[in-house]
């Protein structure tokens, strides 16, 4: 596919359903007791090897007038799997699942695609072994496929060595199975979503600090849940609408849980103004209406307790970073190397093709910006952000910009280019 340099973007976009609360409300509402009715749901192609997974296992799923409908089969309701559960390219699916199936007495297997072949599972084999679980990686390579034979779960304490938000909410749905509290403390704090919605949907979980603990359960109750925008696809509008000159997006719906706003942080420490036209509440999760203008940036650090507040936006921060004055630093960000690509090597290799003065280092990247980009051959190496984030740079740099695979933004935004398109008429 290819762009060319824009010379505004003027308009509305009403942000997508957030992934991660998409793939979570499917989850929960398929154990519960009930029907868990669906609002904003993302039909990316990821939340959608959701559905079908859960489908195998004999959970219904329905779509009614723009709302999906999940009848709940209680906690222990699944079916075994008559086939492999596809997880196609979701690490959420994958990790959260394992969790589920874990608590369930039948064998099941886990397959997906090559990218999610190469991610690793070790990080969730573990704890779940731990718990009882037997859980096996079929190549011995410690990524999917994965056979999976679950029940009686025992209680744990588990520090994981990464802050993962998958690793941790695969620990604390398995701790609904499990005969005594289970515990989870991480390095630093990844998005929440799984225990907002969790006691949301009836369950004791409580956190402190980095630490959350979950109790058994013998039910949930099935909730409506309407979905926030997503964030992680605002940023694509919200770096466009900082670079692109004679700008104006109004971002509809933008879900603001602060274990996610790490990247409205840095646009303050950059120097962008954003103006918040609405603030409100979606669910149990913050949102708000976003108003974004051209604005100069400067360079800054990205580090810490940070990266897992932004750890999906790091590619397109680091476009944003090319535009600023001075030098951006991106460091404890290793988690990079094991998302749908190398993001490490993607996003450096690529911005190098556009003229980038950026290096890669072993757990981030050192930017110095403010030297105009120009169009190149991009490769998106199959990974969404990639795709979306060399969209955005290809607006505001001279010449022509060819994107490789271009289609598969559809995993987490299936309208993308359209809203794009639509907003440079
Ligand atoms: C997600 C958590 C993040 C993120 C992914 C979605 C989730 O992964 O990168 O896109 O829904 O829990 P990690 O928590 O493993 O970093």
Do not use: W
């Not at 398929?30 to 195998?56: K, P, Q, V, W």
């Not at 886990?110 to 990218?115: A, E, F, P, R, T």
């Not at 072949?117 to 779940?128: D, G, S, V, W």
Request: charge should be negative.
């Amino acid at each position: 596919m290819e762009f060319q340099k824009a010379s505004h973007l003027r308009g509305e976009v009403a942000v997508p359903g957030d992934k991660s609360v998409s793939h979570r409300a499917v989850m929960l509402g398929a154990i519960s007791t009930g029907t868990t009715e669906i609002t904003n749901f993302l039909y990316g192609a990821d939340c959608l090897s959701t559905i079908a997974c859960f489908r195998e296992m004999g959970i219904r799923v329905r779509e009614d007038a723009g709302r999906i409908l999940v009848d709940g089969a209680g906690l222990h309701g699944l079916s075994a799997p008559k086939h492999p559960l596809d997880v196609g390219n979701s690490g959420t699916t994958a990790r959260l699942i394992s969790g589920i199936l874990s608590g369930h007495s039948f064998s099941s297997a886990l397959v997906g695609d090559d990218s999610i072949q190469k991610r690793p599972m070790k990080r969730i084999m573990e704890p779940l072994s731990m718990m009882g679980a037997h859980i096996k990686s079929v190549k011995g390579n410690g990524c999917i496929p994965l056979s999976i034979q679950g029940g009686g779960l025992h209680g744990i304490r588990y520090a994981t060595p990464v802050a993962s938000a998958q690793v941790k909410s695969c620990i604390l749905l398995a701790g609904l199975y499990a005969d005594a509290p289970t515990t989870v403390t991480e390095p630093s704090l990844s998005r929440n979503h799984s225990e907002l919605m969790l006691s949301y949907f009836g369950a004791h979980v409580r956190t402190e600090g980095t630490t959350t603990t979950i109790c058994p359960e013998p039910k949930l109750h099935a909730r409506p849940v309407a979905v926030p925008g997503d964030i992680s696809s605002a940023a694509y509008f919200l770096a466009a609408g900082l670079i692109v000159p004679y700008s104006e997006i109004l971002l509809r719906h933008v879900g603001t849980n602060p274990t996610r706003d790490g990247m409205l942080r840095v646009l303050k420490d950059m120097g962008a103004s954003l103006e918040y036209v609405n603030t409100y509440t979606e669910g149990a999760e913050p949102a708000a209406d976003i108003l974004v203008r051209p604005q100069s940036l400067h360079g800054t650090t990205i580090e810490g307790d940070l990266i897992p507040t932004l750890i999906d936006e790091i590619p397109i921060l680091a476009v944003l970073a090319c535009f600023a004055e001075g030098q951006t630093v991106i460091r404890d960000a290793q988690e990079l190397k094991v998302k749908e690509s190398n993001r490490i090597l993607t996003v450096t290799e690529n911005l190098k093709a556009m003229g980038a003065h950026i290096q890669a280092t072993d757990d981030g990247m050192i930017i110095d910006g403010g030297y105009p980009l120009h169009g190149a051959a991009i490769d998106s190496h199959m990974d969404h952000r990639i795709a979306m984030s060399f969209a955005v740079a290809a607006l505001a740099c001279d010449g022509t910009t060819s994107i490789k695979d271009a289609e598969c933004v559809s995993i987490s935004y299936p309208g993308f280019y359209e809203d794009l398109n639509r907003l440079s008429r």
